[in-house]
């Protein structure tokens, strides 16, 4: 895709996991004015240390900023360091300040039950009206709160309020498949089946002539680089878990 030509070479590296039918759906002129801004702080990390100070107050104790990223005599990624990578994602999710999007495992370290990140310049600050309905997906998933979901699927652009109760029903379901089994027990990653998600969902709102926001692609993004770091750690987590805690300490 031409588009993806202009891409600075960290972004294009991380689009080869994403499904490049996402492009089909997004809104192209958003993405487009987007670029150059998303160039210059990959290549300057432009903003990306006023970002930092703001996510620091949010992080867990266990999580810390290490700009050199030391990948000598690291423990190896698993459970534990999984766990806080959620907590991570989850976290972001609930900063109104921005978000890193590249969570991948070369810009980790876990040493002394401390997930030391040296995040990239490539971040992002969804819109506001996404982020709160983003938040609304996962607290209606995850308190089983169904109408809750559909209103949080319906803010982000998602689920159209005219469509009838099968097609909302169907989007819903669809949606809840990069969930796994997060509800009920603890979850393993992989990326194969998040992007066979990925595919089901666009090839539905493509259907329907529904074309959505950047703020998803920049959602598959964070997913994608989540569940590639994820598979490494070779366990399961516990996920529903994680997010209540997150919840907790934001309140």
């Not at 698993?78 to 999007?101: A, D, M, R, W």
Request: include cysteine; aromatic fraction near 12%; proline fraction near 3%.
């Amino acid at each position: 895709m031409i588009i993806q030509k202009l891409l600075p070479g960290v972004l294009k590296e991380i689009l080869t996991h994403v499904p490049t039918i996402l492009f089909k759906v997004v809104k192209w002129d958003e993405l487009v004015s987007e670029i150059p801004l998303i160039s210059k702080r990959i290549l300057n990390k432009q903003g990306a240390e006023d970002l930092r100070r703001s996510l620091e107050i949010l992080l867990p104790k266990n999580i810390k900023f290490n700009p050199q990223n030391e990948q000598k005599n690291h423990q190896q990624f698993g459970k534990e360091s999984g766990n806080l990578l959620l907590k991570l994602y989850f976290t972001q999710i609930f900063s109104k300040h921005g978000l890193f999007l590249d969570l991948r495992s070369q810009n980790f370290n876990y040493e002394n039950d401390h997930l030391n990140w040296c995040p990239t310049g490539l971040w992002v600050q969804l819109t506001e009206s996404f982020r709160l309905g983003l938040i609304d997906v996962y607290k209606g998933f995850y308190f089983q709160d169904d109408q809750l979901y559909k209103q949080g699927l319906k803010n982000i652009g998602m689920l159209n309020e005219t469509w009838g109760d099968e097609d909302k029903d169907h989007l819903a379901k669809l949606f809840k498949s990069h969930f796994g089994s997060a509800l009920d027990e603890e979850m393993t990653f992989d990326l194969d089946h998040f992007k066979d998600s990925i595919l089901k969902v666009c090839h539905f709102m493509l259907d329907k002539e529904i074309h959505i926001s950047k703020d998803f692609l920049y959602l598959g993004i964070y997913l994608v680089t989540l569940y590639d770091h994820l598979q490494l750690t070779g366990s399961s987590h516990p996920v529903k878990e994680i997010f209540f805690e997150v919840v907790k300490n934001q309140t």
